[in-house]
């Protein structure tokens, strides 16, 4: 009989390390995929923007087209754009295609686009304006408009299950969304 309890004690050791070691797993990194079609839709809420760039500038971006590139780990998109400089009697209308680093901003629950640049510039030329010139501050105007800008927040639903809370800590870009790490806080 006294064999009988050792071996119901060696059961329920068995067990409850099987159960911890089961919750060990519960608390390791978790990769979520959010796909670009939920980036498209929170990027959507944000636009029409419109904006003043050193006071020489109003700025109006609509209609963004977000596009991955996972070659390089940005994200891409391409907008329309108003531009009217306050020195011209004409707004210049065309489109520009931008792209920046993803990153996770921890006070506000939030994926940021960080080192925005212009990578097209398709708004037609006027007389006046150098070309060059104009890239410039178009170049500038991104730099400073979008500049973290907020892509995507996280629900708090998203950073908690029924025991952990989970911190988003890394992220990168792939063909079919971008790719977030969590780890459970402490």
């Known amino acids: 009989m006294r064999s009988l309890g050792r071996y119901s004690a060696c059961v329920w050791l068995i ?7 089961g919750c060990a797993s519960l608390l390791d990194p978790r990769d979520v995929v959010l796909p670009l079609s939920r980036l498209q839709k929170s990027v959507d809420q944000k636009f029409p923007f419109h904006g003043r760039y ?7 971006a609509a209609r963004p087209k977000l596009l991955l590139r996972p070659d390089a780990n940005r994200i891409a998109a391409i ?12 707004a210049l209308q065309g489109q520009i295609n931008i792209s920046g680093v993803l990153q996770i901003d921890a006070a506000r629950n939030a ?4 080192q925005p640049r212009l990578d ?12 060059a010139i104009l890239q410039e501050n178009v170049g500038r105007i991104v730099e400073e408009v979008f ?18 809370r989970w911190r988003p800590v890394t992220i990168s870009t792939q063909s079919a969304g971008i ?3 969590f780890e459970p806080e402490n």
């Open 111 to 114: 994926v940021v686009l960080t």
């Open 15 to 21: 067990l409850i390390a099987c159960i911890l070691s």
């Open 147 to 164: 500049n973290n800008m907020v892509v995507y927040t996280f629900r708090p639903e998203e950073l908690r299950t029924t025991f952990v």
């Open 120 to 131: 097209k510039l398709a708004i037609p030329t006027v007389s006046g304006i150098e070309p």
């Open 79 to 90: 907008l329309d754009v108003r531009i009217a400089p306050t020195f011209m009697k004409r």
């Open 179 to 181: 790719v977030i790490s």
């Open 54 to 60: 050193a006071d020489i500038f109003e700025v109006e």
